[in-house]
């Protein structure tokens, strides 16, 4: 996957208000795409990868700050809840945060 710009990097954890995700060797990175926008999205690991089928999801929490407010639903798997992240929501609070007010792309 290639970049014609430098995308914005932000740990998930600046995006909901939480200290920077420090690097390590579990560190893990996204690249999304998502309009004209594009930002890498660190965490600090990744346990896996499951599939959920889509008439399986449940609403997202009423509550709406800190991580509740990017998620688009809740699956279930074996293991448990599973959060479904809302990349658009995601990528538009990144872009808020590296754009100044009035300003245009990244």
């Known amino acids: 996957y290639s970049f014609k710009a430098t995308p914005d990097v932000r740990s998930f954890g600046q995006l909901v208000g939480h200290s920077p995700v420090p690097i390590r060797a579990s560190t893990r990175a996204a690249?999304?795409?998502?309009?004209?926008?594009?930002?890498?999205?660190?965490?600090?690991?990744?346990?896996?990868?499951?599939?959920?089928?889509?008439?399986?999801?449940?609403?997202?929490?009423?509550?709406s700050s800190g991580v509740a407010e990017f998620l688009s639903a809740v699956g279930r798997d074996r293991q448990g809840a599973v959060a479904i992240l809302d990349l658009p929501r995601l990528v538009e609070a990144a872009r808020a945060r590296a754009v100044p007010a009035g300003g245009g792309h990244a």
């Open 31 to 63: 690249l999304v795409h998502c309009g004209p926008w594009k930002v890498a999205v660190v965490s600090d690991s990744v346990e896996g990868l499951v599939a959920i089928p889509r008439g399986s999801l449940e609403p997202p929490p009423a509550e």
